[in-house]
């Protein structure tokens, strides 16, 4: 049904805000549906997207019975009691976390992860001269991936007396090459000598593949083009279904196969639901003007909170990332300075009687973002026993006032600095809203000091926000081919350094995406006070930011297109 004017501006049906106070959890129900999803073949992710795709069929959804989930609960115990059998011995112990992490099921073997990585991180202290660069390479990152602070000096007896790699001894282990050139991807500032590390191996391994039999060509191209830190498991996965198909490998890409086959039921039925709100909440037949992308916004859902019991978070989480694309595209394409003013202004204070004064575009959008800001704030207080309203809120005016600066900036003409551009880009990312709503619809961690810190743009949210904006302007086509413009950092340096070239601020914004993965990389390093699953969103969201602005010439996502296609429709069984 089409939202109008009668929509109530009053928190959603007549819930109460109480102040924040611990009370008992209640879960939750999510509304009973039956899927009926659509499939297409002209599917385009960067064009408009309702519930109808072009030519379509009806979708085969895969439906569980107990005896099926039976069977895959006891697969899963027995590939258990394996990994904590073979993980006593230290090197097979890495080589199946690696494998498990590759085919992005380790969310079944966390505890088992946790304790084979315990006693790893008491072997990184120790060096053995007799120890492989692929072994200590491995444990390196596999223990920084788990918030471990190891030190790169474990890499010191492959380097010379000058503190570079030994080329005579690393330049024929094709193996260490690949492995230190993954674990590179997770160093930190002032880790230089990993970094030329990284750089050395990834230029060796380029130069080998001419002469690699298939199957090496095949793993050090997919690593050099998808590291493992820096790609989604859940796209990368399907490369390793078929990789050496033997031993306990063989019984793990079977548990995989399985795996993904049920994840991507369960993503089938979560559109459902999301087209299904998109609908109902009426907001693509009042405002024409904006994108119309409910799968593409859901994918963001999709990629950050990938274990499958966050199926209802996932849900939620696309309503805000939905509301940040349509108050973008007010602010880029349609709204007049004047009426912008007014609408930060309402969104500001959350004044509900001054929006009725706003234009009635404005106030559908408020009315919206408004009821969607109370249902969200209402669950997660039955659920976690705090009312997050004004965090929500206060993370929602931020943006407003970043997009209504870029406003100002372009109606004036005057551009900013490059420096001034970036601090209030990465505002405007709107990567500061999606974590604040991640981090308490989760509900880990939350307490007066961390949800203090989460509103004032910690480290961990600036560093992500900053990688997405400098990948956003990177783009060569302007976002959805629309005619709004909101500026880029590369326009605001080659303004700056007059005489420099495309390439020379290409360049620049490379290597400040790559400092910002440093400081990135820190956050994630324990103490933290967040949650592995919130800094784990926090990475899957830099990891995803290629993929949703690697425009071609016709202004289309293709690798996100291959994405979507791949977790949504692809037969892993044939």
């Not at 990184?124 to 918030?147: K, P």
């Not at 007396?161 to 050139?181: A, C, M, P, T, W």
């Not at 910002?516 to 899957?540: G, I, M, R, V, Y």
Request: net charge negative; with cysteine.
């Amino acid at each position: 049904m089409a939202l109008s004017c009668s929509v109530s501006l009053t928190a959603a049906s007549g819930w109460p805000f109480p102040q924040n106070r611990n009370s008992e959890r209640v879960k939750p129900i999510l509304k009973e549906f039956k899927p009926n999803l659509m499939s297409t073949q002209k599917w385009s992710v960067s064009q408009k997207q309702t519930l109808a795709f072009g030519p379509t069929k009806q979708y085969p959804i895969t439906i569980h019975n107990d005896d099926s989930d039976t069977a895959y609960a006891e697969k899963l115990q027995t590939f258990k009691h394996i990994l904590r059998k073979e993980g006593e011995e230290p090197i097979q112990g890495l080589a199946m976390i690696d494998a498990i992490q590759r085919l992005s099921i380790d969310y079944h073997f966390q505890e088992e992860i946790d304790s084979i990585l315990t006693r790893q991180s008491m072997l990184s202290s120790t060096i053995h001269s007799d120890n492989s660069l692929y072994e200590v390479a491995l444990r390196f990152r596999l223990l920084r991936q788990q918030g471990y602070h190891v030190s790169a000096g474990v890499f010191d007896n492959f380097k010379d007396n000058e503190g570079r790699f030994k080329q005579k001894l690393i330049s024929s282990d094709i193996k260490g090459l690949v492995s230190l050139y993954e674990a590179s991807q997770l160093s930190i500032r002032g880790e230089d000598e990993l970094d030329e590390a990284g750089d050395d191996s990834y230029q060796l391994l380029r130069s080998s593949l001419t002469h690699l039999d298939y199957n090496q060509a095949r793993l050090v191209r997919n690593s050099l083009d998808h590291p493992h830190h820096k790609s989604l498991a859940s796209f990368t996965a399907k490369y390793y279904f078929n990789d050496e198909p033997n031993g306990w490998i063989s019984e793990l890409q079977e548990l995989a196969k399985t795996e993904f086959e049920r994840v991507q039921s369960q993503h089938q039925h979560e559109i459902v639901e999301i087209l299904k709100w998109w609908k109902e909440l009426g907001l693509s037949t009042e405002l024409r003007f904006a994108r119309d992308q409910p799968l593409k916004w859901y994918m963001w859902s999709m990629s950050c909170l990938t274990d499958p019991s966050l199926s209802e978070q996932r849900i939620e989480l696309t309503k805000p990332v939905s509301m940040i694309y349509i108050i973008d595209d007010i602010f880029d394409v349609y709204g007049t300075l004047d009426e912008l003013v007014c609408f930060t202004e309402v969104i500001s204070r959350w004044d509900i009687a001054a929006a009725e004064k706003l234009p009635h575009y404005m106030k559908i959008c408020f009315k919206s973002l408004n009821n969607i800001t109370n249902e969200i704030s209402y669950k997660i207080y039955k659920e976690h026993g705090w009312n997050p309203v004004d965090s929500l809120r206060k993370a929602w005016a931020s943006l407003c006032r970043a997009f209504l600066v870029e406003a100002r900036w372009f109606a004036s003409g005057n551009l900013p600095s490059g420096e001034e551009y970036l601090k209030n880009g990465i505002v405007s990312s709107g990567v500061h809203v999606v974590l604040v709503h991640i981090f308490f619809l989760l509900g880990q961690g939350i307490s007066k000091e961390n949800v203090e810190l989460i509103s004032n743009f910690p480290p961990i949210i600036s560093s992500t926000a900053t990688i997405l904006r400098l990948w956003d302007d990177l783009g060569s086509a302007k976002d959805e081919n629309q005619d709004g413009h909101d500026g880029s950092y590369v326009e605001c340096y080659l303004r700056e350094n007059e005489g420099s070239s495309f390439e020379d601020a290409r360049k620049q914004v490379l290597h400040m995406i790559s400092d910002a993965w440093k400081q990135l990389n820190q956050e994630c390093l324990s103490p933290n006070p967040f949650s592995s699953t919130f800094s784990k969103a926090s990475l899957n969201i830099a990891r995803m930011v290629p993929l949703m602005y690697d425009y071609d010439d016709n202004h289309r996502l293709p690798s996100l297109e291959e994405h979507m296609k791949s977790l949504l429709h692809e037969n892993v069984s044939q």
